[in-house]
């Protein structure tokens, strides 16, 4: 069975599927498992953007906030959030969002920018990469402000 994605822009519905050949067969049985087994990664099947948070703090925090600065909540907007659950496993759904072409952002701590090699699992930059996302800015080589400053 196809993994599709379904959004609504301008009055129109619009579907993609997800390319098995691009996918290894153990991914595409682990997102399909957890489509099944969470509304929360469902909904990203019908999104007009994506948050993928690190962990339970920006669970909770992100959609207070997001009602605070945007004065509506976070679904009535179109836009899933999704905790990932640890700072290694961003790279599958940064892969579906990229696969469908939804925009998304990443919320984590510093640590998972600042892993002190960018060959770690952990690091941001290198889950982005091997999720296909290239053309990255070069963390390493930003100080803090500017790291602060950077958007994908």
């Given at each position: 069975m196809p993994i599709l994605h379904q959004k609504l822009t301008r009055g129109e519905t619009?579907?993609?599927a997800l390319d098995p050949s691009e996918w290894r067969q153990k991914?595409?049985?682990t997102i399909k498992k957890e489509l099944r087994g969470s509304i929360s990664v469902g909904s990203l099947l019908f999104s007009n953007g994506i948050?993928?948070?690190e962990g339970e703090t920006e669970s909770a925090a992100l959609p207070v906030w997001f009602e605070k600065e945007h004065g509506q909540a976070l679904e009535r907007s179109n836009v899933a959030f999704h905790w990932v659950g640890g700072d290694a496993s961003f790279e599958t759904y940064l892969r579906v969002a990229r696969s469908f072409g939804t925009p998304w952002a990443?919320?984590?701590d510093a640590k998972v920018i600042?892993?002190?090699t960018p060959g770690d699992p952990k690091n941001i930059a290198r889950q982005m990469n091997d999720a296909g996302i290239v053309n990255l800015t070069d963390f390493d080589q930003l100080d803090f402000a500017q790291r602060r400053s950077v958007q994908f």
């Open positions: 619009l579907r993609s991914d595409l049985a948050i993928l948070g990443v919320l984590c600042c892993y002190p």
